[in-house]
């Protein structure tokens, strides 16, 4: 059964980090993002991209470097590896997305200290080579910026109708503003844990 | 012996220094670079307007603190002015900095209580024992028999951040030499006996009631409410006597002949000065 072809091994990384260990929605970490920015599904999308370039470039260098790593001094160097893209990408989007960047505030400079990142710099860059390691974080960062759109999506539609400023539901619809405060994160980040805890509960079952 | 392992340490710590050296010294180099190329530049005067500002964060401009205040006054000037606690010497540097006339009124807004009941003046119909907070205590009868004055539960002593309102024997008093004029008591008060007044003199005149009960009832309830006689409306015209009730209007207010002689008449005592 086991299939150790590299496509293969790859797609089996890129899939961990979308679904069987996505960071925000099974492991639960790094969950500051999405109870703080999933009001609407552009700021979403954009501390998703953000997550994405940062994780990227982290683990790119941290693989890169992996021979020259030392166990009491690896902490240092990620956290400044980590802190250093967060400012590049803090920079960029001042730059050239300063209203996005104005809606997103701290919560960029806070990808700093978001676990995700840190996590995946000590469980895989720090191990695995270089291509693999990129492959990873696109998968972990795809997964949580996946979860970020889902609550995103359903926090904006039901607060204010429309989805991604575009209008989807009736005129009827009366917009339901708790969902837009942080209650409507945690009510739906618990409702949606709910319902994945349930879905891959019943396959366990079947497969068990 | 010790030397030696010291050494032998410091052999070891060497590749994880170079390392971190190493890092550092790129990362330092690549983020230099990005600051380079990706810089935003702002508008000096941004910080130039922060800087003046009181950095109190009181939000007595109707912003959420004073940064924010400086970036709204920079774009629309008119709003200069708007900072209570910095009162006029902080309008007219504003206005220094953004090349505009001051739009500012030049002389400061105190808060002015309309109530000159203290406990011993007051009716008690009950003995309220409820949560200590006049907002509480405002739907209640037991709180006090006058439905308008001051309940001296202090809601406003509590949202003071300049510790320049005290309850003086259930009366909220203001202390003129700490008052900011940032009308967080005034919104507080559910009674809304408070109200913002600009002080054109250091002194000024206030009638000291809120009370629109009739004259008798209001008399029956308190030994130092107003029964709207309207004695001083007929001395002075800054006076103008509404629901039993005499008010000052400020936008007309003066002090002359007129006014001394409102005071001197007023049956009970309610016309007084404010101020220091």
Same mark, same amino acid.
């Given at each position: 059964?086991?299939?150790?072809? *590299?496509? !293969?091994?790859?797609?089996?990384?890129?899939? !961990?980090?979308?679904?069987?260990? #996505?960071?925000?929605?099974?492991?639960?970490?790094? &969950?500051?993002?999405?109870?703080?920015?999933?009001?609407?599904?552009?700021?979403?999308?954009?501390?998703? +991209?953000?997550?994405?370039?940062?994780? *990227?470039?982290? #683990?790119?260098?941290?693989?890169?470097?992996?021979? $020259? +790593?030392?166990? /009491?001094?690896?902490?240092?160097?990620?956290?400044?590896?980590?802190?250093?893209? @967060?400012?590049?990408?803090?920079?960029?989007?001042?730059?050239?997305?300063?209203?996005?960047?104005?809606?997103?505030?701290?919560? @960029?400079?806070?990808?700093?200290? !978001?676990?995700?990142?840190?996590?995946?710099?000590?469980?895989?860059?720090?191990?695995?080579?270089?291509?693999?390691?990129?492959?990873?974080?696109?998968?972990?960062?795809?997964?949580?910026?996946?979860?970020?759109?889902?609550?995103?999506?359903?926090?904006?539609?039901?607060?204010?109708?429309?989805?991604?400023?575009?209008?989807?539901?009736?005129?009827? $619809?009366?917009?339901?503003?708790?969902?837009? &405060?942080?209650?409507?994160?945690?009510?739906?980040?618990?409702?949606? +844990?709910?319902?994945?805890?349930?879905?891959?509960?019943?396959?366990?079952?079947? /497969?068990? | 012996?010790?030397?030696?392992?010291?050494?032998?340490? +410091?052999?070891?710590?060497?590749?994880?220094?170079?390392?971190?050296?190493?890092?550092?010294?790129?990362?330092?180099?690549?983020?230099?670079?990005?600051?380079?190329?990706?810089?935003?530049?702002?508008?000096?005067?941004?910080?130039?307007?922060?800087?003046? %500002?009181?950095?109190?964060?009181?939000?007595?401009?109707?912003?959420?603190?004073?940064?924010?205040?400086?970036?709204?006054? %920079?774009?629309?000037?008119? %709003?200069?002015?708007?900072?209570?606690?910095?009162?006029?010497? @902080?309008?007219?540097?504003?206005?220094?900095?953004?090349?505009?006339?001051?739009?500012?009124?030049?002389?400061?807004?105190?808060?002015?209580?309309?109530?000159?009941?203290?406990?011993?003046?007051?009716?008690?119909?009950? #003995?309220?024992?409820?949560?200590?907070?006049?907002?509480?205590? !405002?739907?209640?009868?037991?709180?006090?028999?006058?439905?308008?004055?001051?309940?001296?539960?202090?809601?406003?002593?509590?949202?003071?951040? $300049?510790?320049?309102?005290?309850?003086?024997?259930?009366?909220?008093?203001?202390?003129?030499?700490?008052?900011?004029?940032?009308?967080?008591?005034?919104?507080?008060?559910?009674?809304?006996?408070?109200?913002?007044?600009?002080?054109?003199?250091?002194?000024? &005149?206030?009638?000291?009631?809120?009370?629109?009960?009739?004259?008798?009832?209001?008399?029956?309830?308190?030994?130092?409410?107003?029964?709207?006689?309207?004695?001083?409306?007929?001395?002075?015209?800054?006076?103008?006597?509404?629901?039993?009730?005499?008010?000052?209007?400020?936008?007309?207010?003066?002090?002359?002949?007129?006014?001394?002689?409102?005071?001197?008449?007023?049956?009970?005592?309610?016309?007084?000065?404010?101020?220091?």
């Amino acid at each position: 059964m086991q299939d150790n072809t *590299s496509d !293969n091994l790859y797609t089996k990384v890129i899939l !961990n980090g979308l679904w069987r260990q #996505n960071p925000a929605l099974r492991l639960l970490i790094g &969950m500051c993002p999405p109870l703080a920015v999933t009001t609407g599904v552009r700021p979403a999308l954009t501390m998703g +991209l953000s997550v994405i370039f940062v994780l *990227s470039c982290s #683990n790119l260098v941290v693989s890169l470097i992996r021979p $020259f +790593l030392r166990p /009491h001094v690896r902490i240092i160097v990620f956290t400044i590896t980590i802190a250093t893209f @967060v400012t590049i990408c803090d920079l960029l989007l001042k730059a050239y997305l300063p209203a996005m960047s104005e809606v997103l505030g701290p919560y @960029v400079p806070l990808i700093i200290v !978001n676990c995700l990142i840190i996590f995946r710099a000590e469980a895989c860059a720090s191990k695995s080579p270089v291509l693999l390691s990129v492959i990873d974080a696109l998968g972990m960062g795809g997964g949580f910026t996946v979860a970020l759109l889902i609550l995103a999506s359903i926090r904006e539609v039901l607060a204010t109708g429309c989805w991604a400023g575009w209008q989807v539901m009736p005129k009827a $619809f009366v917009p339901w503003l708790a969902m837009q &405060m942080p209650v409507g994160a945690f009510v739906t980040l618990g409702l949606l +844990l709910g319902l994945i805890a349930m879905v891959s509960g019943s396959k366990e079952a079947r /497969h068990g | 012996m010790i030397c030696a392992t010291f050494i032998g340490d +410091l052999q070891a710590a060497l590749p994880a220094g170079l390392l971190l050296l190493g890092v550092g010294g790129t990362l330092a180099v690549a983020l230099l670079f990005a600051h380079q190329t990706l810089r935003v530049e702002q508008d000096p005067r941004v910080e130039a307007i922060y800087q003046v %500002l009181p950095h109190l964060d009181c939000g007595a401009c109707g912003y959420a603190g004073c940064s924010s205040y400086a970036k709204a006054v %920079l774009a629309d000037p008119t %709003l200069i002015g708007r900072c209570s606690p910095g009162g006029p010497a @902080v309008a007219q540097r504003l206005a220094a900095i953004l090349s505009v006339e001051s739009a500012g009124s030049s002389h400061p807004i105190r808060a002015v209580v309309h109530c000159n009941a203290h406990t011993m003046d007051k009716t008690y119909y009950g #003995n309220y024992e409820g949560i200590a907070s006049c907002i509480a205590g !405002n739907t209640l009868t037991s709180a006090q028999a006058c439905r308008f004055g001051c309940l001296g539960m202090g809601d406003c002593v509590r949202a003071c951040r $300049f510790d320049a309102i005290h309850m003086v024997d259930g009366l909220a008093t203001v202390d003129y030499q700490r008052c900011t004029g940032c009308g967080a008591c005034a919104k507080v008060c559910p009674r809304g006996i408070i109200e913002m007044v600009t002080f054109q003199q250091s002194m000024m &005149m206030v009638v000291a009631c809120n009370s629109k009960e009739d004259g008798r009832t209001t008399r029956a309830m308190c030994k130092a409410g107003c029964i709207g006689c309207g004695l001083c409306a007929k001395q002075s015209d800054i006076f103008v006597v509404s629901d039993n009730l005499s008010k000052i209007d400020y936008s007309h207010y003066r002090h002359d002949e007129g006014t001394d002689q409102a005071m001197a008449k007023c049956p009970t005592k309610v016309i007084i000065w404010r101020g220091c």
